[in-house]
Nanobody
Framework: QVQLVESGGGLVQPGGSLRLSCAVS????????MAWYRQAPGKERELVAH???????NYADSVKGRFTISRDNAKNTVYLHMNSLKPEDTAVYYC?????????WGRGTLVTVSS
């Protein structure tokens, strides 16, 4: 059974940085597309970034140049490096795994950007 566990969220001041981690159990991590989504209060969940099994990446326009997604297949972990954080980045961030018809979500980690 595949499980995703996010960590690294918290309170940060505007302009600050955070690194989110998502640890994945199971054996399909290296052949899966991994993604980070976020959901702000009162808004729909949106894609932040994804990284394929061949390390191709894609980002939402709102985070390009500030966020970087990366993966470590040896550790079954995907990361989201977030720099120059803004109050509008405040949201619950969710990790997502996709492989064929399989899609698995983590429970989320809260990021709050506030002074």
């Amino acid at each position: 059974q595949v499980q995703l566990v996010e960590s690294g969220g918290g309170l940060v001041q505007p302009g600050g940085s955070l690194r989110l981690s998502c640890a994945v159990s199971g054996t399909i991590f290296s052949i899966s597309t991994m993604a980070w989504y976020r959901q702000a209060p009162g808004k729909e969940r949106e894609l932040v970034a994804h990284i394929t099994s061949t390390y191709n990446t894609n980002y939402a326009d709102s985070v390009k140049g500030r966020f970087t997604i990366s993966r470590d297949n040896a550790k079954n972990t995907v990361y989201l490096h977030m720099n120059s954080l803004k109050p509008e980045d405040t949201a619950v961030y969710y990790c997502n795994l996709r492989r064929g018809n399989l899609e698995v979500w983590g429970r989320g980690t809260l990021v709050t950007v506030s002074s």
